[in-house]
């Protein structure tokens, strides 16, 4: 006679989450950001792609938030989603305390001058603070 039983993997594959043109406002961002933050015990989110969403600057706070408290998410796509100055700010903040983020994209989003320079320059600590260049698109 044989045994057979079931055994969970000791790895599971990380969760990689494409969002692309699912009307997507800001307060169902503050939901799926709270949530993907409660996982615990789960393999954390490394890959979260929010394209062509119509969330704009309202989405500055919840994606700040997430990406400070986030130890895995190592791509945030956000193109075209009408993000803009406020937003980039925001994340260029939370840049200063991420350790894991290796690629942002934020092509095709009105972001003014003061915002990408807030970008640039977060984008330049963090790359020197770790050791490692973060790929900022847009």
Do not use: M
């Not at 130890?71 to 305390?97: D, N, W």
């Amino acid at each position: 006679s044989s045994l057979l039983f079931a055994t969970r993997p000791s790895v599971l594959p990380p969760p990689q989450v494409n969002l692309t043109r699912c009307a997507i406002s800001a307060a169902c961002l503050r939901l799926l950001l709270g949530r993907a933050s409660l996982r615990s015990g789960q393999p954390s989110l490394i890959s979260l792609i929010l394209d062509e969403n119509p969330f704009g600057d309202a989405a500055a706070a919840p994606l700040a938030s997430w990406l400070t408290t986030s130890a895995a998410v190592e791509i945030l796509s956000l193109r075209h989603t009408a993000v803009g100055g406020a937003t980039a700010y925001e994340l260029a903040k939370a840049l200063g305390v991420n350790n894991s983020l290796r690629t942002l994209q934020l092509d095709g989003n009105p972001i003014d001058a003061q915002g990408a320079d807030a970008i640039r320059a977060a984008k330049a600590q963090a790359d020197a603070r770790r050791g490692i260049a973060i790929e900022v698109r847009g």
